[in-house]
């Protein structure tokens, strides 16, 4: 059974800055990507940011320059440091890993339970 487990959601003033955090565990064979997504309350689930386990990025434009996310491999972990916070930003972040177990040698898509983040004006 693979869990992803998140931390580090909360209530923060506009400009500020949070860091989310989410680790893997159990049995797994290798994880691929991960990342982070957000859900706005009356919007679906949008891409954050990913990195890939060569260390290779991707972001949304609307956190472009103000989040950066980053991976330790060794603890199969993956972080969102989110600096220049905007009320927009509002959201549950939710982690997402393709991880690789020994009970089928596929990747496939896990989720973590999410954190809110919350950014007052």
């Known amino acids: 059974q693979v869990q992803l487990v998140e931390s580090g959601g909360g209530l923060v003033q506009a400009g500020g800055s949070l860091r989310l955090s989410c680790a893997a565990s159990?049995?797994?064979?290798?994880?691929?990507?991960m990342g982070w997504y957000r859900q706005a309350p009356g919007k679906e689930r949008e891409l954050v940011a990913t990195v890939g386990r060569g260390g290779i990025t991707n972001y949304a434009e609307s956190v472009k320059g103000r989040f950066t996310v980053s991976r330790d491999n060794a603890k199969n972990a993956v972080y969102l440091q989110m600096n220049s916070l905007k009320p927009e930003d509002t959201a549950v972040y939710y982690c997402n890993a393709e991880i690789m177990t020994p009970m089928t040698f596929v990747m496939l898509d896990y989720w973590g339970q999410g954190t809110q983040v919350t950014v007052s004006s």
């Open positions: 159990g049995s797994i064979v290798s994880i691929n990507t």
